[in-house]
């Protein structure tokens, strides 16, 4: 019974998903979880367990990034699909065992609408495989792309959904530090608002007194504050929402640079333009969040929570647009979760 364990619990969870994956229970969910997130030389999988080629039959790829390749996996009894992320074991420096060792960890104490679910892990001979659900709606970077650039109205729908997602990934003493919008998913092509933050690869747990020094993220995104190899927190995050909401807003980025010092230099002195060719009908208030998110400053960047409430979410004088009462109450009541084990 033991040796079944792993994927016991992980078909209870593909069974349930095709119709109702959001009543997977937490239990189910941290039971299926807390196994691999045991030292790491317990995550070896009993040799009776089936395996993931023996579970799910790997279709097309649908994503690759620098350490994985992305499957699209439809359960073998059931046909439900889900998101195989697969590791080769022999490209891995031990560095990057570290990294998906917290990957794993952070997924499991994540459980949001915005944010991708993870169903199960496995360790087989040459890989590792983080078992997902699917997100079908493509990267948010190539919707851009299609539609050139975001009307208001949607940017500010989008928006509010990301920093709800980061205010709760936030309020876990969590940074996601990668935050882009290759790796915010629209949950269906019918969409241009929904969506699931993915790719925890550089996610970390802190303490709210720690702060981080190791240099990561990505180049247009980085925040002034790694670049300038000072401590930081989970203020990079909301730097790297700022540039996302400058790009949704215009279709084209804040900063750019003929090679990466030019830019580094750029994001470091934090200057950037409304130029009145692309931003003379946007509203006041879209630009002050902006502003508000690309201060070099993180003290005096906003946080998560803080642009949850802008007056960009606002409408009219005094009431608060109803989706963002909906989501700071919400909120409140989601900070009752605390990290095990930090
Ligand atoms: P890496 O950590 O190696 O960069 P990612 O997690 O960013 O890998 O995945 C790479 C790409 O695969 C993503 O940009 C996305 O296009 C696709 N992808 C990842 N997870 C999913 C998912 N759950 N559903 C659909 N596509 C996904």
Not at 278 to 294: C, G, M, R, V
């Amino acid at each position: 019974m033991t040796s079944n364990y792993q994927f016991s619990v992980l078909n209870n969870v593909v069974d349930s998903s095709s119709q109702k994956t959001r009543r997977i229970s937490d239990c189910q969910f941290s039971r299926l979880v807390s196994r691999w997130a045991l030292p790491w030389t317990s995550v070896k999988k009993p040799s009776t367990t089936p395996s993931i080629i023996d579970t799910f039959d790997m279709n097309k790829t649908i994503g690759s990034g620098a350490f994985s390749e992305v499957k699209e996996g439809i359960h073998k009894e059931n046909g439900t699909k889900c998101a195989v992320k697969i590791f080769k074991k022999n490209v891995l420096k031990s560095s990057d065992i570290s990294y998906l060792k917290e990957e794993i960890r952070v997924l499991q104490c994540l459980n949001h609408p915005h944010i991708i679910k993870l169903y199960g892990v496995s360790e087989e001979p040459y890989h590792y495989y983080l078992v997902t659900e699917l997100v079908q709606g493509g990267e948010l970077l190539r919707r851009v792309q299609t539609k050139k650039k975001y009307s208001e109205k949607e940017a500010k729908t989008l928006c509010q959904n990301i920093f709800d997602a980061i205010t709760y990934i936030h309020s876990k003493n969590i940074v996601h530090r990668d935050l882009k919008p290759e790796n915010i998913l629209l949950i269906h092509e019918h969409t241009n608002v929904e969506i699931k933050i993915i790719d925890f690869g550089f996610a970390k747990r802190i303490t709210p007194s720690t702060s981080l020094k190791t240099k990561c993220g990505s180049p247009f995104y980085v925040a002034p504050e790694i670049l300038s190899k000072k401590p930081y927190t989970t203020q990079v995050d909301l730097w790297s929402i700022g540039v996302i909401v400058y790009l949704l807003l215009v279709g084209y980025l804040p900063f750019d640079g003929n090679d990466h010092p030019q830019l580094y230099r750029k994001i470091r002195r934090g200057k950037f333009s409304f130029h009145a060719k692309h931003w003379s009908e946007i509203s006041h208030d879209a630009k002050d969040i902006t502003s508000s998110l690309l201060t070099v400053n993180p003290d005096s960047r906003l946080t998560a929570k803080q642009a949850l409430h802008h007056k960009w979410f606002w409408e009219g004088n005094n009431s608060m647009d109803p989706r963002a009462e909906e989501i700071i109450r919400n909120f409140h009541t989601s900070t009752n979760d605390v990290i095990h084990n930090q």
